[in-house]
């Protein structure tokens, strides 16, 4: 990939809001959906609103996905959309339980534009199994898809996807310039949310825009889990532009959408990058290269 250069009619500064949230048991996901969209109507003036993963029923709330389960037609992205409209900003959803068309449960990410119609559409591949259901309940996504946001080039990728190098190659060999990433990471691995929130947005040279889950659920054990918070953006770079604590918070950031094209012209390391391919075609044995 040749070096890229820097765009003279991208506009200069966009306002990015991460809205990270708890989904206290006590509360419907009625009420849930309801809150955060009054929540959301508070910040006149943001370009894209970021949510966490499955916020609206509850990460853990296994037992219940398929009660809570909603079509693209469902109440969360019906308010992500009235919200969309009325405010002219993009709403990227974060996750929700969706029933697919053939009754499969997914992991479903959605990116609203400002004109309330879903511009961008992801279901979580890498479903997590390691103390959860989910790899049980959810079927896994199969599609990897871009599209144009108040980034730029925008995609998704969910919670633990952030493991999976590959598939974060993937996403920058195919033009993507930011990547939005719910979560519902606990606390008790929050270092390792940090380290890979970093390490992906330097080995790709993208705004990582992160937006974790707070508060407590309950685990498959039946035991508390505290969740992570400390939902960050970093530029690409991989500097830490700002970042949240451990509580409900909505951090609103303005970010330059240019950022991507001069890092990427300044020190060209995806033009120096080899395929998957080219890698894999790699002798094992370095003394046949000779």
Not at 251 to 280: H, K, M, N, Q, T
Request: charged share 25%; aromatic share 6%.
């Amino acid at each position: 990939m040749a070096p890229q250069t820097v765009p003279a009619d991208l506009p200069r500064s966009r306002r990015v809001a991460l809205v990270q949230l708890a989904s206290p048991a006590e509360e419907t996901r009625e009420e849930r959906i309801a809150r955060v969209g009054t929540l959301l109507r508070r910040y006149a003036g943001i370009d894209l609103f970021v949510l966490p993963e499955l916020w609206s029923a509850g990460y853990f709330a296994f037992d219940r996905y398929a009660e809570l389960a909603e079509t693209l037609e469902g109440p969360t992205v019906e308010m992500g959309r009235r919200v969309a409209r009325d405010l002219g900003s993009a709403v990227h959803l974060g996750s929700f339980v969706e029933r697919g068309e053939n009754g499969a449960l997914h992991n479903t990410a959605v990116l609203i534009d400002e004109h309330g119609e879903i511009a961008h559409l992801y279901r979580k591949i890498h479903v997590f199994g390691y103390q959860s259901l989910e790899a049980e309940l959810l079927a896994p996504g199969a599609s990897l898809g871009i599209a144009d946001g108040p980034l730029g080039r925008m995609a998704g990728t969910t919670c633990y996807d952030l493991r999976f190098p590959g598939l974060w190659q993937e996403l920058s060999s195919r033009g993507a310039e930011a990547v939005v990433v719910p979560a519902a990471w606990p606390a008790a691995r929050r270092e390792h949310w940090c380290l890979l929130t970093q390490a992906r947005a330097v080995e790709h040279q993208m705004w990582v825009l992160a937006c974790n889950a707070c508060g407590e659920q309950r685990g498959v054990d039946g035991s508390s889990v505290p969740l992570g918070g400390f939902s960050r953006i970093v530029d690409p770079s991989g500097r830490v532009v700002a970042e949240c604590g451990d509580g409900e918070e909505v951090l609103v950031v303005e970010l330059d959408p240019g950022r991507v094209a001069e890092v990427r012209a300044e020190f060209p390391v995806i033009a120096d990058r080899l395929s998957p391919e080219d890698y894999g075609a790699l002798s094992a044995d370095p003394l046949s290269a000779r």
